[in-house]
């Protein structure tokens, strides 16, 4: 059984625990100094601590809090070079923790949709370190990259579920302006959002082959692409991974002044 501590119970901590007791296999230590925050995960962690010394002895170390006290986190944690350390804050490079533990450094960019195991997440390592990898898997799909390709990482599958919860509210309230009731149509928005996504991954189609398949000639969804073909939309939701990506950049150039 993989033996390694959560640090940190915020939103993205609680949902990597969640997802990791869903899929069992693993031996969870949940830290946090906030004890309302441990009782939250409680249910889902083989143990809560607020004690740094029982919080250092897994195998596996996953720091899970917000960029700007990172550097505070690892003051705390002296860590010993057979050790892994994960960290999963936007912004803070491999080189950053490095210089702060000797421990092996492993970072990765997950995202919320760990809590039900339907994560999107990017590694990047000197070497594939197994643990780490069936933790990945069990929280969901990831990918392997360069560390300078972290940043877009960041603003792809970690700032992207929130762009997709925006597309997905859009949906809606189309839906509502027609006089669907506002529960049918969430749920149908949602839906066909986690429908297609199933359909891109599982299928050897292209994307715009696939939007073809849906467009008959002159039916309902032909009309509606002109639409967005027209609006500017690629074009919005590219600035908006471009905003988030230069943001990612920026907070590393912050931390490397430290």
Not at 49 to 70: F, G, L, Q, R
Request: contains cysteine; glycine residues 6%.
């Amino acid at each position: 059984m993989a033996d390694l501590t959560i640090v940190g119970c915020g939103n993205l901590g609680s949902a990597l625990i969640k997802g990791l007791a869903a899929a069992g296999g693993h031996d969870v230590t949940a830290y946090d100094v906030d004890e309302a925050a441990l009782e939250r995960v409680a249910p889902h962690a083989a143990r809560t601590t607020t004690d740094v010394e029982t919080a250092m002895a897994s195998d596996t170390v996953v720091v899970a809090v917000k960029p700007d006290i990172v550097g505070a986190v690892l003051s705390e944690f002296d860590l010993s070079a057979d050790q892994t350390l994960v960290t999963v804050a936007a912004g803070v490079s491999r080189d950053y923790v490095a210089a702060r533990t000797d421990a092996t450094v492993v970072r990765v960019m997950p995202n919320l949709a760990a809590e039900t195991q339907d994560m999107a997440a990017a590694v990047t390592w000197d070497e594939v370190d197994e643990d780490v990898r069936v933790m990945l898997a069990d929280l969901g799909s990831f990918v392997e990259i360069e560390e300078e390709l972290m940043d877009t990482a960041t603003a792809l599958n970690g700032s992207g579920p929130a762009f997709v919860f925006y597309t997905i509210q859009a949906m809606t309230e189309g839906a509502l302006a027609e006089g669907m009731d506002e529960t049918a149509a969430e749920t149908l928005a949602a839906q066909t959002v986690k429908g297609a996504a199933e359909t891109v991954l599982r299928s050897d189609r292209s994307v715009d082959d696939l939007i073809d398949a849906v467009c008959s000639p002159n039916g309902t969804t032909i009309e509606g692409m002109e639409v967005l073909w027209d609006s500017q939309f690629a074009d919005a939701m590219g600035a908006a991974l471009a905003a988030a990506t230069r943001r990612s950049r920026e907070m590393a150039a912050e931390r490397a002044d430290e």
